[in-house]
Nanobody, 117 residues
């Protein structure tokens, strides 16, 4: 099993930047597909970005060109660089992990991001 701890959330003005981190422990991080999801008040959880164990990357259309996902396997950490943020990016951001070939998914506790206009 893997434990995930997100950090880096906070209050940021529209147009600003923020970097989220997700530290993983417990298993071989480099074998994991990693992703970021978010949940705004009153809405369901939605996909934001993902990076597979082999380095393939996908983004939601709403963040494409503004957010960048990256990972440092030596530090067991995945990042989400959020640039040109908008008020609609306000949400709790969750880290997600899935070991390559496994049906199991793991979630962090979430970190709040609030974008003021």
């Amino acid at each position: 099993q893997v434990q995930l701890v997100e950090s880096g959330g906070g209050l940021v003005q529209a147009g600003g930047s923020l970097r989220l981190s997700c530290a993983a422990s417990g298993r071989t991080f480099s074998n994991y597909n990693m992703g970021w999801f978010r949940q705004a008040p009153g809405k369901g959880r939605e996909f934001v970005a993902a990076m597979t164990w082999s380095g393939n990357i996908n983004y939601a259309d709403s963040v494409k060109g503004r957010f960048i996902i990256s990972r440092d396997n030596a530090k067991n950490t995945v990042y989400l660089q959020m640039n040109s943020v908008k008020p609609e990016d306000t949400a709790v951001y969750y880290c997600n992990a899935n070991e390559h070939g496994s049906p199991h998914y793991y979630w962090g506790q979430g970190t709040q991001v609030t974008v003021s206009s």
